[in-house]
């Protein structure tokens, strides 16, 4: 009980403090705690019996290996791949939540998180970007197609809610849990591009340094093709090759960075609380209507 105890304290410790660089650091996290607190995270696995370790390493591997290719793709950070495989390596298995009672059918701890935190950047980001963050935003004239693809999205989430509820019978809560889940989704469709320009600053070529991570769907056709001519490997993510073909590159021209994105490991502390608190969401919200 103490070890269990001690694993949880250890990586709330970790998920609090990469949550504080993210937010007080510009979301640079130094090296030197990133690879320490994955050691500590190692060095905490060895604590479990031989069984669990292999499922801890195993499910460790498999977080690592499907995070660097997110990465690799420009949707990660370094950091963020090392919390992640950090948090799973501390704690592989979803424990019973604290405040429910309800199996959690030995379910990855990493996947209870990774779903919890999702639903809080649906609604933490529209609300940010869209009510506090005061910038003024490129208008590239896909503002009505956003909109409309957003009201799609929302009737056919609404159906789909419809039909689960009357067919397979949820209680309300979990239907009002769903619907709240449901409408901020619709939400950040529809107010992508606004949304994504708040994040984002426009930088010279020359300027980009390494691991930030470009904006793509904020450049046209023709710029996507001009500096795919300079480096065929472009993409969203700025690598050392890419800033080598970029450093003394003379042109006008400006790459969309994101340079105020959101912090991602306060979605992830979050997720963890969350979890800790009630288990796996989806297993909470699925409970059928009571007798």
Known sequence: MFLELLRIAI????????ALFDLLNKREVPDIFVYA?????LALAFTYPANTLIIDLLIAVIIASFGYVIY???????????EITTISLILPI????????????GLPFVISFFISSGIAAIWIVPIYYLAFKKKQVKKTGNERIYRTLGIILLALYLVLLLFIYFVFGISIVSFAIIAAIGIPSAVVLAYEEEITGK??????PSKIQQGDIIAINMMSRE???????IYPNFSRLATKGMIQNFKRLKTRKK????????????????GVVISLLFGNIVLFLLQPLPK
């Open 199 to 204: 994040m984002i600053d426009y930088v010279h």
């Open 94 to 105: 979803q424990p019973k939540p604290w405040l429910v009672s309800l199996n959690q059918l």
């Open 72 to 82: 690799r793709a420009g949707y990660w950070g370094a950091g963020d791949l090392f």
């Open 223 to 229: 710029e996507l093709a001009y500096f795919r001519r």
């Open 255 to 270: 790459l969309p960075v994101y340079a105020h994105a959101v912090p991602f490991a306060v979605f992830v502390l979050i």
């Open 37 to 41: 607190s994955f050691l500590v995270g």
């Open 11 to 18: 990586l709330l410790a970790i998920a609090l403090v990469y």
